[in-house]
């Protein structure tokens, strides 16, 4: 992953020089590295939660504008992701539950007050989790493409094949599903991107996630706090029996939007729109 590595080092460059810390926490015997901004805004923390074979980068493009609605923006990398390496006790990488308890383990160490978490994929069923166990540490849900939606067995079943990597025509499949419009360099990567896509932690997640640890109805309807889900139009990726599971079991306050022109990762592709979304919900929940 020479070129991708190169890319995540010029890229991590790119928001220093505009202000962003780049630190690392000692959070369960692993460092785990985060992005640290100071905002000019009134509204709480905001913790972004990156999804599977992702990292902290993926947020790049939308730091910056939130910072403007928001006191502080912080983006971990997960344990395993970005630069955070795999904790010795684990080296063969981290499920979703073990990723979890990092999260709130960064909680816990930095953050450190009730923050609006922003959560895209596996990092928004990670998100709505969290509120659900350790609701001292969620103000508001943002949950953009979520997975773990209780779909059936079948769909299931077809998600977790699709996420299974081997060659380059199998990155290049994955690659389009998760986009509106897929950018050509991102086609041109291939190579690079199964590597990403086959790293120990993506394996560990695929290896330990089971059909029986997929969201319960009683954890969707428990949520107190605001919530905004966010489903990409164009979503390719998640099955859609997932959007019929969050509409039907969310609590009643909550707000559903399908977005024209979203993939599974607007904040990498419509950066400007998706800012609009969050602190519009923002506005309307007196964040």
């Given at each position: 992953m020479e070129l991708l590595s190169a890319l995540h080092r010029a890229l991590r460059r790119y928001l220093v020089l505009r202000g962003v810390a780049s630190s690392v926490a000692p959070i369960d015997g692993c460092p785990m590295h985060y992005y640290d901004l100071r905002g000019t805004g009134t509204g709480p923390p905001l913790v972004l939660v990156h999804g599977l074979a992702s990292s902290a980068n993926a947020f790049y493009k939308v730091v910056h504008r939130l910072s403007r609605r928001f006191?502080?923006?912080?983006?971990?990398?997960?344990?395993?992701?970005?630069?955070?390496?795999?904790?010795?006790?684990?080296?063969?990488?981290?499920?979703?539950?073990r990723q979890l308890e990092y999260l709130k383990g960064f909680f816990r160490a930095v953050v450190q007050e009730p923050a609006f978490v922003v959560g895209n994929s596996l990092g928004g069923a990670m998100t709505l989790t969290l509120a659900h166990e350790t609701p001292e540490h969620v103000r508001a849900i943002g949950l953009v493409s979520p997975a773990g939606a209780r779909v059936s067995e079948e769909r299931f079943a077809?998600?977790?094949?699709?996420?299974?990597?081997?060659?380059?025509?199998?990155?290049?499949?994955?690659?389009?599903?998760?986009?509106?419009?897929?950018?050509?360099?991102?086609?041109?990567?291939?190579?690079?991107?199964?590597?990403?896509?086959?790293t120990r932690t993506v394996k560990a997640v695929l290896r330990e996630s089971s059909f029986a640890d997929l969201l319960e109805p009683a954890q969707v309807q428990s949520l107190s706090q605001p919530t905004l889900l966010i489903w990409g139009k164009s979503e390719k990726l998640l099955p859609w029996e997932g959007i019929d599971f969050f509409r039907q079991h969310l609590p009643k306050h909550a707000e559903v939007h399908v977005v024209e022109g979203f993939g599974h990762v607007p904040q990498m592709e419509r950066p400007a729109e998706l800012v609009r979304h969050l602190v519009g919900f923002a506005d309307r929940s007196g964040l």
């Amino acid at each position: 992953m020479e070129l991708l590595s190169a890319l995540h080092r010029a890229l991590r460059r790119y928001l220093v020089l505009r202000g962003v810390a780049s630190s690392v926490a000692p959070i369960d015997g692993c460092p785990m590295h985060y992005y640290d901004l100071r905002g000019t805004g009134t509204g709480p923390p905001l913790v972004l939660v990156h999804g599977l074979a992702s990292s902290a980068n993926a947020f790049y493009k939308v730091v910056h504008r939130l910072s403007r609605r928001f006191s502080r923006v912080l983006v971990p990398d997960l344990p395993g992701n970005g630069f955070s390496p795999l904790p010795s006790s684990a080296p063969d990488g981290l499920g979703p539950r073990r990723q979890l308890e990092y999260l709130k383990g960064f909680f816990r160490a930095v953050v450190q007050e009730p923050a609006f978490v922003v959560g895209n994929s596996l990092g928004g069923a990670m998100t709505l989790t969290l509120a659900h166990e350790t609701p001292e540490h969620v103000r508001a849900i943002g949950l953009v493409s979520p997975a773990g939606a209780r779909v059936s067995e079948e769909r299931f079943a077809e998600l977790i094949r699709s996420l299974h990597v081997h060659t380059n025509a199998d990155a290049r499949a994955l690659t389009r599903r998760l986009f509106h419009r897929t950018p050509v360099a991102a086609l041109l990567l291939a190579g690079e991107l199964r590597k990403m896509y086959g790293t120990r932690t993506v394996k560990a997640v695929l290896r330990e996630s089971s059909f029986a640890d997929l969201l319960e109805p009683a954890q969707v309807q428990s949520l107190s706090q605001p919530t905004l889900l966010i489903w990409g139009k164009s979503e390719k990726l998640l099955p859609w029996e997932g959007i019929d599971f969050f509409r039907q079991h969310l609590p009643k306050h909550a707000e559903v939007h399908v977005v024209e022109g979203f993939g599974h990762v607007p904040q990498m592709e419509r950066p400007a729109e998706l800012v609009r979304h969050l602190v519009g919900f923002a506005d309307r929940s007196g964040l």
